[in-house]
């Protein structure tokens, strides 16, 4: 990473709180095809988020700490404040003297944008401005967020027309949290209602509605150079599982989640 920061365009999509048995389970099934296209072996990497909700997984995967391998560590990160006694920093980190990954890129020559989805990125009050806040620019509209049935189009188009305005020779770090996957979701899946509210069916379903617009958004963060991705969760959620509903709390389907990592080629094009 330290050789390829100042490079490559980065993009950065977090799926928020996508299960990592659902995104496996597509996966295998074939019906996530423009994502696995992508996915190392055609597979999700299994990891263990930093968090259990949006906002504190999301404060520590901006200063660093992406969702952690599941097997014994230390295991070596792609970016770290430097700081004495840190085990998982390698010879190939991208190293930042800054608080936070952002700023450090900022320093670099990146400019940075957020394309937000939650509420945590609405800048409607002082909290939901915190995160984004931490970003050169940042965008979000009711249309980017959880109720809206079309949210990732949405964010798409805006991603397309942040990368077609930016002058070729700046850098881009370009951040968008997915909001599709969070409740409320039922509206993804055919046939469901209101009434009968969320499910892991449904949560499948948002995904799908993810993939399909996928291949969009990698076109364009690819279209100026070759661009590095990560794609991953921020949390899972709980659909009932040994009685548990929703996330922030310490439940396997809350911190398990799905992670890769791979090259975008300049001029891919969408699917």
């Not at 990592?20 to 072996?41: F, K, Q």
């Not at 990732?152 to 881009?172: D, G, K, N, T, Y």
């Not at 509903?245 to 969408?270: D, K, N």
Request: charged share 15%.
């Amino acid at each position: 990473m330290s050789e390829i920061v100042g490079s490559h365009d980065l993009l950065l999509v977090t799926l928020d709180t996508l299960r990592y048995d659902v995104a496996a389970e597509l996966a295998a099934a074939g019906r996530i095809p423009h994502l696995a296209r992508h996915l190392p072996g055609g597979v999700w990497e299994k990891r263990h988020a930093p968090g259990s909700f949006t906002y504190a997984s999301h404060q520590a995967i901006f200063a660093g700490f992406l969702p952690t391998p599941v097997g014994p560590g230390p295991h070596p990160r792609l970016f770290a404040a430097r700081f004495a006694g840190s085990e998982s920093t390698a010879s190939g980190t991208f190293v930042f003297d800054t608080p936070d990954l952002l700023s450090g890129l900022a320093e670099v020559g990146y400019h940075t944008v957020c394309i937000g989805g939650v509420g945590f990125f609405n800048r409607q009050g002082p909290l939901g401005s915190v995160l984004p806040g931490m970003f050169q620019e940042s965008h979000w509209e009711p249309e980017f967020g959880v109720a809206s049935p079309t949210s990732f189009e949405a964010q798409v188009a805006r991603a397309e027309q942040i990368v077609a305005e930016l002058p070729a020779e700046q850098r881009l770090f370009l951040f968008v949290n997915v909001a599709a996957l969070h409740q409320p979701n039922w509206f993804h899946r055919p046939g469901a209602t209101r009434e009968a509210g969320d499910s892991r069916a449904t949560h499948a379903a948002a995904l799908e509605y993810v993939d399909a617009h996928i291949g969009q958004l990698l076109a364009a963060a690819s279209s100026r150079r070759r661009c590095f991705a990560i794609v991953c969760s921020d949390h899972g959620t709980a659909y009932g599982d040994d009685g548990y509903t929703g996330h922030r709390l310490g439940h396997e389907s809350v911190w398990t989640v799905p992670y890769a990592h791979f090259f975008l080629e300049p001029g891919v094009t969408a699917p």
